[in-house]
């Protein structure tokens, strides 16, 4: 510390580089976070909360890591319980190689955070720990762990598990919100008007206007009864706008008319492939590089609608800043699924705020498996700290000076402000 710094008034300039960084490192890592897309449920869901070892290591962005590296044929796999599952992941991955990509680290991560004995490589005492644990106080736990101030699940209207927890007695949990998730209205039309019409909706695949009220009026239901904070959709790398296609029609005349009636934003999650490889389930996903022009397009076109953006392939990175800078009512979000990995995040946190300052939401954890919120949010608050404490050494470079209640207010937005201040906007 040099002589003039004054630890009370906690103002950095070019003097104070070390105490600046070091200030940035704890902010990111004490200030609670919002969590603003993940596949987690509230424990009301029962079954539908994943937690523990072996969902852990069954997770498919690791099944797609094993099946990789096993010679066994796809079916041997998917017919195993989920248990044997977990032991060939783990041998394979953990023990038959070192454990180094992301999604294996992040399992190590989050052991050694739940204080359990990672150098021990004793599967068995992590599946007794978990077996011990009291759902309740286990998800209070990773919450404090994490210091997450809430998430944002996925909830899908056509998900047969899910429904029926949404028209049962379902007592909201504050620290689960929902989001109302359109893909097999926008992506599958054919098969989601079979299944409106089976839940009384008086729909036919023409899309005539009474069609259009009908699945407007069942848009409105589910984002009453969810309070869904946004509604969201993946889309495959060759969505266009405008198009000639069911999607667009209910795009323009169901899903944003009624965002906007009901002031939530409509997220799109754009380039995913999905069943690049079918044998693979869920791991068999794959991306491409999309069209921004859509997106901005949909932004010119409706003003008046929020629109929520994040894009798989790292190509369409810059060109989505770019038009975020054209844009306020588009906000990015998170760095989406193959993104979500070191290299990347911290190259995508430099160039969105080189471009676009404080006015983004840096990351989300797309967790599936409750404890991997642990790793993906240690992990996400140590790279953005990196990137604020870079970008603040700059400014204070030029003789700005920075203060303590002024990295504490910018962290605040990136980590939760600048969602629930979009949320608000009209
Ligand atoms: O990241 C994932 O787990 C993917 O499988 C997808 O769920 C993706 O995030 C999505 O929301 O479609
Ligand atoms: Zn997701």
């Known amino acids: 510390m040099t002589s003039d710094f004054d630890p009370e008034a906690r103002t950095y300039t070019r003097e104070h580089v070390a105490e600046l960084c070091a200030t940035v490192t704890r902010v990111c890592t ?11 449920f509230a424990p009301a869901f029962r079954e539908l909360l994943l937690y523990g070892i072996d969902d852990l290591l069954t997770y498919h962005y690791l099944v797609a890591e094993y099946l990789r590296v096993s010679d066994a044929p796809y079916e041997q796999f998917w017919v195993l319980s989920k248990r044997a599952q977990a032991d060939h992941i783990w041998q394979a991955l953990f023990l038959d190689r070192s454990p180094i990509s992301e999604a294996c680290r992040g399992v190590l991560t989050v052991l050694d955070r739940l204080g359990l004995d990672v150098g021990g490589r004793d599967l068995d005492e992590y599946r007794e ?3 011990e644990r009291d759902v309740a106080s286990h998800v209070n736990q990773v919450f404090d762990c994490v210091n997450l101030k809430c998430i944002v699940m ?10 029926p927890v949404w028209e049962g007695e379902y007592a909201a949990d504050s620290r689960f919100h929902a989001a109302l998730r359109v893909d097999v209205l926008l992506n599958s039309w054919g098969n989601a008007c079979e299944r409106l019409e089976g839940w009384g909706y008086d729909v036919e695949k023409s899309l005539k206007p009474r069609t259009i009220s009908e699945v ?5 239901d589910w984002l009453q009864r969810t309070r869904a904070l946004y509604t969201a959709v993946s889309l495959p790398p060759d ?19 009624v965002a906007r009636l009901e002031n939530v934003p409509f997220a799109m999650m754009i380039g995913v492939k999905r069943a690049v490889n079918p044998a693979l389930r869920l791991a068999g996903d794959g991306l491409a590089r999309s069209d921004v022009g859509a997106v901005e397009r949909l932004c010119a076109a409706y003003p008046e609608n ?20 054209k844009f306020r009512n588009l906000l990015l979000f998170g760095c989406w699924w193959f993104l979500n990995n070191p290299s990347l995040i911290e190259e995508m946190t430099r160039m969105r705020i080189e471009l676009l300052g404080l006015s983004i939401v840096p990351q989300h954890s797309d967790a599936r498996v409750l404890e991997q919120v642990i790793y993906k949010w240690e992990h996400s608050r140590q ?10 050494t700059d400014v204070v470079g030029t003789g700005w000076s920075v203060r303590d209640s002024e990295i504490k207010r910018d962290v605040g937005l990136l980590f939760g402000e600048n969602f629930w201040n979009f949320l608000k906007r009209t």
């Open 306 to 325: 929020k629109f929520m953006v994040t894009m798989l392939s790292r190509e369409n990175q810059h060109d989505l800043c770019v038009a975020a800078r």
């Open 154 to 163: 996925t909830n899908d209207p056509f998900d047969e598990k899910e429904r």
């Open 216 to 220: 407007r009026r069942f848009l409105t």
């Open 30 to 40: 004490e200030t609670a976070v919002t969590d603003l897309h993940t596949h987690l």
């Open 129 to 131: 720990y978990f077996a």
């Open 383 to 392: 790279i953005i700290a990196k990137v604020l404490a870079d970008k603040y």
């Open 239 to 257: 969505f266009a706008f405008p198009e000639d296609s069911a999607r667009h029609k209910i795009i323009t005349e169901c899903v944003l008319p």
